[in-house]
């Protein structure tokens, strides 16, 4: 295939046969892992090959980054041992003090990071509500302001960020804007399409899919000094994938078109079956016609919704945990995007500062048949004593907007 030019075939095409990944000596359908931290020099001392050392240069990760890049319609894609390495490496890549404009709801463990970026060449950061474009223009420190960083949906309150809108704003700023798109995916939302320069992946969670490799994307619109950079930084620090991670990280992308389809139709009835349930306060989920973000997502997102909800109890704290406790099939794990479902207190795991309220559970819609999870959930929620139910959905609803 010409790398250059778009593919006519569908994304579950492409994933479904690795783009052609193969082994050209062998004839091998399936392509070898290529394990070698080393490459032989020509006799002239060259290395015609273009491979030349492990931590800058490896044949299965070039293969996974080919079909990120392909997918997300990006000119080049990085793939890295982390989603933290991902994101935090496009950080250490920039050459001088840079203000940032981040949204406040995000993986928290990166926001913990970018709390503490002035440490790394004296960058600032200020934390908006990027669903509030207001908001976001007025942050701009004109002259100053140099990326934007949203993720949408936002983990774990599933609220929407406009990427086309923010793109205007960053770009009228002279910025570069990057979206953290790992809960979406390129099978849902291609940020690239919408204006955003870098979009960012842990590869960790659908990617993948399998709750077995830890590993990070960064997609490019273009190719730019800050993506040398990044790719210097890469190089630099190790933060590249290790080969066997990229070759199983690809064998999870071949059905990823497959499973998100599934992982979303599931978390739809799921989410419309627990809005009803007298123990739920609110269930928060871009898919349902109440989401207050729906419009955008409906805009954004290709006539799915993802795998990833969360449900807020009426009694708070203490009947989140209890339901938690009390699934058999959904696992009480952390992470998200594997064929098994997850539940998760999240404000347990955030700690202070976070946005989360602590009445939230947040789930990950797997594989499993969609019955047994919803039976299972409703076998939960109904040993929540009805006395728990001390708080009004008006309540609820107020701190979800605030
Ligand atoms: N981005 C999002 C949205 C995440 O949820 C996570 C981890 O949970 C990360 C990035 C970091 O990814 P990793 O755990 O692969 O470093």
């Not at 503490?116 to 004109?142: C, I, K, Q, W």
């Not at 990427?163 to 798109?181: F, K, M, N, R, T």
């Amino acid at each position: 295939m010409d790398e250059n030019s778009p593919s006519p075939l569908k994304p579950r095409t492409l994933l479904a046969q690795a783009l052609g990944a193969g082994d050209a000596t062998t004839r091998a359908l399936t392509p070898p892992v290529h394990m070698s931290s080393t490459y032989l020099r020509d006799a002239d001392n060259g290395y015609e090959s273009g491979y030349v050392y492990g931590r800058t240069d490896n044949a299965t990760v070039k293969q996974v980054e080919l079909i990120i890049a392909t997918l997300e319609g990006a000119a080049d894609a990085m793939l890295f041992s982390s989603g933290m390495a991902a994101a935090t490496s496009v950080f250490l890549a920039l050459e001088k003090p840079t203000h940032i404009i981040a949204s406040h709801v995000i993986y928290w463990g990166f926001r913990e990071w970018l709390t503490d970026v002035g440490r790394y060449g004296g960058h600032s950061v200020s934390f908006v509500d990027t669903t509030d474009l207001d908001a976001v223009a007025e942050a701009v420190r004109p002259g100053e302001t140099g990326i934007f960083w949203i993720e949408t949906p936002s983990n774990p309150l599933w609220t929407l960020t406009d990427i086309a809108a923010i793109a205007e704003i960053a770009h009228a700023a002279g910025a570069l804007l990057c979206v953290d798109s790992t809960v979406s995916t390129p099978i849902i939302t291609r940020p690239i399409a919408f204006g955003a320069d870098i979009v960012v992946h842990s590869a960790t969670k659908y990617l993948n899919g399998h709750s077995d490799v830890i590993a990070g994307a960064v997609a490019v619109a273009e190719d730019s000094p800050l993506w040398q950079s990044t790719q210097k930084v890469r190089g630099q620090l190790g933060g590249i994938a290790g080969p066997f991670e990229a070759w199983l990280l690809m064998r999870g992308m071949r059905t990823l078109d497959v499973r998100l389809r599934e992982q979303s139709r599931s978390a739809m009835k799921l989410a419309e079956r627990l809005s009803a349930h007298r123990a739920v306060s609110a269930v928060l989920y871009p898919g349902l016609k109440s989401h207050r973000d729906h419009d955008i997502a409906v805009r954004q997102m290709d006539g799915m919704f993802g795998g990833m909800f969360s449900i807020r109890m009426r009694g708070g704290e203490a009947a989140a945990i209890l339901v938690a406790s009390k699934v058999e099939v959904w696992k009480r794990a952390t992470s998200f995007g594997g064929v098994e479902s997850l539940i998760e207190h999240r404000a347990s795991i955030e700690g202070e500062g976070t946005p989360c309220p602590s009445d939230l559970l947040r789930l990950s819609t797997g594989l499993e048949d969609v019955d047994d999870l919803l039976d299972d959930l409703l076998r939960a929620l109904d040993q929540v004593p009805r006395s728990a139910e001390t708080r009004t959905a008006s309540v609820v609803e107020t701190e979800v907007q605030s």
